[in-house]
């Protein structure tokens, strides 16, 4: 089975401070997401990865980077982390850019600034 | 742009009753379609999904969905409900490049 690993499953950080979010896949998949889910407002797609230091933006990118340095470990990074990014953050992977296979998701990370 | 409409936040069916859950998407073009569900503090868990030939799909855990292209459809179904189906559910619709849009989930409660 595909896994999909988030380092960390509950976090919580003070407001100002840089906060990377981790996530590995072990197969190879070439395509890799981040998500963040709200109450209400579902899955909003941040950044995503179809290659190795490849990313493009999703719908919400603002305040948020990422970095993909190995195909395997796709990073989410909050640059000055603030009060309304407090959230659950899920990472992603699919090994195909055509969407028909869908994703193997990660367990989340829940994100909690104070 | 490709949108998906999840009708009902929140359903409730007893154990044994019929599980409803319905999904409208717009799309210019025919989809893949998606089903997933989360449980409480976990990731999301691919149930079905629709890419093509037959339009009605059979997941895990006794679920089904049926696409229905004149009605921009993809509900999922269960006949029976059981007290482990009670978790969140989403409705997902494939967009160009592969990214999936997501519906804004319908939480399913099971009464004993």
């Known amino acids: 089975d595909v896994k999909v690993t988030q380092s960390s499953r509950y976090l919580v950080k003070r407001t100002g401070e840089k906060v990377f979010l981790e996530c590995v896949q072990d197969?190879?998949?070439?395509?890799m997401f981040w998500y963040r889910q709200d109450p209400g407002l579902g899955l909003r797609l941040i950044y995503f990865?179809?290659?190795?230091?490849?990313?493009e933006k999703g719908d919400i990118p603002e305040g948020y980077s990422v970095s993909r340095e190995k195909k395997e470990r796709f990073s989410l990074i909050l640059e000055s982390a603030s009060t309304n990014q407090t959230s659950m953050y899920l990472c992603?992977?699919?090994?195909?850019?055509?969407?028909?296979?869908?994703?193997?998701f990660g367990s989340g990370t829940r994100l909690t600034v104070v | 742009a490709q949108s998906v409409t999840q009708l009902g936040s929140h359903v409730s069916v007893s154990e044994g009753a019929l599980v409803l859950l319905r999904c409208n998407y717009s799309?210019?073009?025919?989809?893949?379609l998606f089903w997933y569900v989360q449980y409480p503090n976990q990731g999301l868990q691919l149930l079905l999904k629709?890419?093509?030939?037959?339009?009605l799909v059979k997941g895990i855990n006794g679920f089904e969905a049926e696409f229905k292209k004149s009605e921009t459809s993809f509900h999922l179904t269960k006949p029976s409900a059981h007290m482990s189906d009670a978790a969140e559910y989403f409705c997902?619709?494939?967009?160009?490049?592969?990214?999936?849009?997501f519906g804004q989930g319908t939480e399913l409660s099971v009464k004993p």
């Open positions: 992603a992977s699919s090994p195909s850019a055509w969407g028909d296979y869908g994703y193997t």
């Open positions: 197969m190879d998949h070439e395509n």
């Open positions: 629709y890419t093509t030939g037959a339009t």
């Open positions: 799309s210019s073009v025919p989809p893949y």
């Open positions: 997902a619709v494939s967009k160009r490049g592969g990214k999936l849009i």
């Open positions: 990865s179809y290659d190795v230091k490849m990313k």
